[in-house]
């Protein structure tokens, strides 16, 4: 019931009762849209997802990492069989984590109808030098990418792109690394109005927990374009031991890191 009342009351633009979990409250997320956060590699973080998908029973789920053209192949005939669906969205080209972690999620809720948020990695390019308003077109404005960040957000989101990067990129590129990022917020955020408008939703949505942040990732982009609908973050974070106490997330989990080889390692 704790729970329960917390998402009731957790749809402002910041956290007003943000707090760690445990998974078994997960079985309580109530919203119009839920922002279901993951490390993408971390098979822990998928079975979460798929906990949390089959207590909602949304009427759709919404994936960073399909493409509309993808969602669109995903039928009732392949969707139970892991093979089957895997290469009718030609997964392994992808370039995403083996999908024996994202299958159950499409299970789930074997009834949700499935979109895709990610745009053409062309496109994602562009943005790094034309901006992510140019690429969005018309519907910029409405999620926000007409406005420009306020200095102390832009100096923090291109220092965290540093980070992601291994602080072996030039520090001149990173103002284009955020515009492709504010593109793919509004691309997922477009997706789950999209999703609501068409199915009443719950809305369920398959992202980095760095799109699930509260401060600047699909919910302030919701916040924007359609201020009317509950958003619920939900982030995973992977610590050894706990993690920092504030996060910018409604609520979120810690994990173990899974075992992976060094990510920075490519830049050496």
């Not at 809720?109 to 895709?116: D, E, H, I, L, T």
Request: glycine share 6%.
């Amino acid at each position: 019931m704790r729970h329960a009342l917390i998402l009731t009351l957790c749809v402002c633009a910041a956290p007003v009762f943000a707090e760690q979990i445990q998974p078994d409250a997960l079985a309580d997320l109530r919203a119009d849209v839920v922002i279901l956060g993951e490390v993408h590699d971390n098979p822990v973080h998928h079975a979460h997802q798929a906990q949390a998908v089959a207590a909602l029973a949304p009427t759709a789920l919404v994936f960073e990492m399909l493409t509309p053209d993808q969602a669109a192949l995903v039928t009732e005939a392949n969707r139970g069989d892991a093979a089957a669906l895997a290469a009718a969205l030609d997964w392994e080209a992808s370039g995403w984590p083996d999908f024996a972690m994202y299958h159950p999620i499409f299970t789930a809720a074997p009834q949700a109808k499935v979109y895709g948020a990610a745009l053409p990695r062309d496109e994602v390019r562009r943005a790094v030098g034309e901006g992510a308003a140019a690429i969005l077109g018309s519907d910029a404005e409405r999620f926000g990418l007409t406005a420009p960040l306020p200095a102390a957000e832009q100096a923090e989101r291109e220092a965290e792109q540093m980070e992601a990067h291994c602080n072996a990129m030039p520090a001149d590129l990173m103002p284009g690394m955020v515009e492709a990022q504010r593109l793919r917020d509004a691309a997922l955020a477009r997706a789950a109005v999209q999703a609501m408008a068409e199915t009443g939703g719950p809305v369920a949505v398959i992202a980095g927990s760095g799109h699930a942040r509260r401060d600047w990732g699909i919910p302030a982009a919701l916040a924007v374009a359609a201020p009317e609908m509950s958003v619920l973050s939900v982030g995973q974070i992977e610590a050894e031991g706990a993690a920092e106490p504030d996060q910018p997330f409604d609520m979120w989990l810690v994990t173990e890191p899974t075992p992976r080889e060094d990510p920075c390692a490519a830049f050496n």
